[in-house]
């Protein structure tokens, strides 16, 4: 009786040593699969920029019964050149980050900041190459340029630089693919005294 018992175990023991190796090979095959599958830079962009949340500055917004959401004609297009910002009080502003209703403006310490115009119209992105565009999210200099001003608050650019090569590429690639929108959006500007 005890050798059956011992046998019974040791016959479980293989068959269960068998099937545990068999799973894991399919696993490793499966994730071996899943990598070799190309990545479309497009939709992976789009997804990236959306999960970035590039939209709450870069895209002015229109108000509906939900507040306000991203104008679908103008996605990314930066601070509209036609928006005149209301006054606001100075000494406030030295303590505080104040945002323009669309948020795409921002007014604090530093002065006030656009938000940048994201789309391939010559406005914005349109004549950058993928080398300004990994200058600008990895060092964060304004238009990828190395004589350049940094970007300001609240670009969270030290952020982004974080990504890896195939995601910035990804983002540019899907920015590249947008409708152009021509908006030349206003220098910043200095901290008032």
């Not at 004609?73 to 005149?84: A, F, I, K, T, Y």
């Amino acid at each position: 009786m005890k050798s059956k018992i011992l046998l019974f175990a040791v016959v479980s023991m293989l068959a269960y040593s068998c099937n545990s190796r068999t799973e894991k090979k399919t696993t490793e095959m499966e994730v071996e699969t899943i990598e070799q599958e190309p990545i479309n830079l497009v939709e992976r962009g789009e997804y990236l920029v959306d999960l970035g949340g590039c939209h709450h500055c870069h895209s002015p917004k229109v108000m509906t019964d939900h507040g306000p959401v991203p104008d679908s004609n103008r996605l990314l297009s930066g601070h509209p050149s036609d928006e005149v910002l209301p006054p606001y009080d100075k000494e406030t502003a030295k303590g505080y980050a104040l945002f323009s209703m669309g948020l795409t403006s921002t007014t604090g310490p530093w002065g006030t900041s656009f938000a940048a115009n994201l789309t391939p119209d010559a406005s914005g992105i349109g004549t950058w190459s993928e080398a300004q565009f990994f200058k600008a999210i990895r060092e964060g200099k304004s238009k990828g340029l190395d004589g350049g001003r940094m970007l300001l608050p609240p670009m969270p650019w030290q952020d982004f630089a974080k990504l890896n090569d195939e995601d910035i590429r990804a983002i540019f690639t899907y920015l590249k693919s947008l409708p152009a929108v021509e908006n030349v959006v206003p220098a910043p500007i200095p901290p008032a005294m």
